[in-house]
């Protein structure tokens, strides 16, 4: 899960200052976590505390209201409604992480990834987007290849994996669309060879920076092991003791 987190947070500062290269600075003072994390953590804590997805996303985005959320995530989080709006947005794949790590079989990380992406992404490509980047991480925890995981992607859920980054770079743009965005964050794990490479590729597609890197980064995690002790420092600081602590007990729960 850390991994995720430390790709909201480095991409976080290419949003809306995109590039298209993979040589950028990993931290500087204006990095800091948003909605990717506020709901990854969330999701962790709903996993451990076995607490419905839809009250502790309430929840904690209350909590920090001005973490950058979508506009209709901001008003269902205020809403007395719980009721999902069809979104085919990333968010769903963004937070889904946890899943990922917590779950023991194929089947498990579709009912869960599903579970906490319906809520409020109840779109099938938002359904999708979240299952697609669970089954990756769950994939990766197993070692199994990189081939293996860009198979088993391709053929459940129908994504082109067959491209490359250098194909995408030059015509890429922002976009917040599960579609149009969980492929090319699983492209950029592919393509990686490290976990910090993983990031950085992310980034240089020049899109939803901190959200591409939070999908890549979780994978990456997951298939690496670890996320390096200079970047983990570095997330670690950025973080409020709130979310500290919920990591170090999934960490613990799950064997990371």
Same mark, same amino acid.
């Not at 976590?33 to 985005?61: C, H, W």
């Not at 992406?117 to 779109?123: D, L, P, R, S």
């Not at 987007?129 to 994939?139: E, H, W, Y």
């Not at 910090?196 to 591409?212: F, P, Q």
């Given at each position: 899960?850390?991994?995720?987190?430390?790709?909201?947070?480095?991409?976080?500062? %290419?949003?809306?200052?995109p590039v298209k290269s993979a040589e950028f600075p990993l931290f500087s003072r204006y990095s800091t976590f948003t909605d990717d994390t506020v709901l990854t953590v969330a999701v962790a804590y709903a996993i451990l505390e076995r607490a419905e $997805? /839809?009250?502790?996303?309430?929840?904690?985005?209350?909590?920090?209201?001005?973490?950058? %959320?979508?506009?209709?995530?901001?008003?269902?989080?205020?809403?007395? *409604?719980?009721?999902? $709006?069809?979104?085919?947005?990333?968010?769903?794949a963004m937070r889904v992480s946890p899943v990922g790590f917590a779950c023991d079989s194929v089947e498990d990380v579709l009912h869960e990834a599903e579970r906490s992406a319906a809520v409020t992404h109840n779109h099938p490509e938002g359904i !999708?987007?979240?299952? /697609?980047?669970?089954?990756?991480?769950?994939?990766?925890?197993?070692?199994?290849? !990189?081939?293996?995981?860009?198979?088993?992607?391709?053929?459940?859920?129908? %994504?082109?994996?067959?491209?490359?980054?250098?194909?995408?770079?030059?015509? %890429?743009?922002?976009?917040?669309?599960?579609?149009?965005?969980?492929?090319?964050?699983?492209?950029?794990?592919?393509?990686?060879? *490290?976990?910090?490479?993983?990031?950085? !590729?992310?980034?240089?597609?020049?899109?939803?920076?901190?959200?591409? /890197?939070?999908?890549?980064?979780?994978?990456?995690? /997951?298939?690496?092991?670890?996320?390096?002790?200079?970047?983990?420092?570095?997330?670690?600081?950025?973080?409020?003791?709130?979310?500290?602590?919920?990591?170090?007990?999934?960490?613990?729960?799950?064997?990371?």
């Amino acid at each position: 899960m850390l991994g995720a987190i430390a790709g909201d947070i480095i991409g976080s500062v %290419y949003e809306a200052h995109p590039v298209k290269s993979a040589e950028f600075p990993l931290f500087s003072r204006y990095s800091t976590f948003t909605d990717d994390t506020v709901l990854t953590v969330a999701v962790a804590y709903a996993i451990l505390e076995r607490a419905e $997805y /839809a009250e502790t996303l309430k929840s904690f985005g209350r909590r920090y209201p001005d973490a950058g %959320y979508g506009m209709s995530f901001y008003h269902w989080m205020f809403s007395p *409604s719980a009721a999902p $709006y069809n979104s085919w947005g990333n968010g769903s794949a963004m937070r889904v992480s946890p899943v990922g790590f917590a779950c023991d079989s194929v089947e498990d990380v579709l009912h869960e990834a599903e579970r906490s992406a319906a809520v409020t992404h109840n779109h099938p490509e938002g359904i !999708k987007g979240a299952q /697609a980047t669970a089954l990756a991480i769950f994939f990766a925890r197993r070692r199994e290849s !990189k081939e293996t995981i860009k198979r088993e992607i391709q053929e459940r859920f129908d %994504y082109n994996l067959e491209r490359t980054l250098d194909d995408i770079r030059p015509w %890429y743009s922002f976009d917040v669309s599960c579609q149009g965005s969980v492929p090319e964050s699983i492209i950029a794990f592919l393509e990686a060879e *490290s976990f910090e490479d993983a990031i950085r !590729k992310a980034v240089s597609l020049g899109g939803d920076s901190d959200t591409m /890197a939070c999908i890549a980064g979780g994978i990456a995690h /997951a298939f690496y092991g670890e996320v390096p002790e200079n970047i983990a420092a570095s997330v670690r600081v950025r973080l409020p003791e709130e979310f500290l602590l919920i990591i170090d007990r999934f960490n613990a729960a799950y064997g990371l």
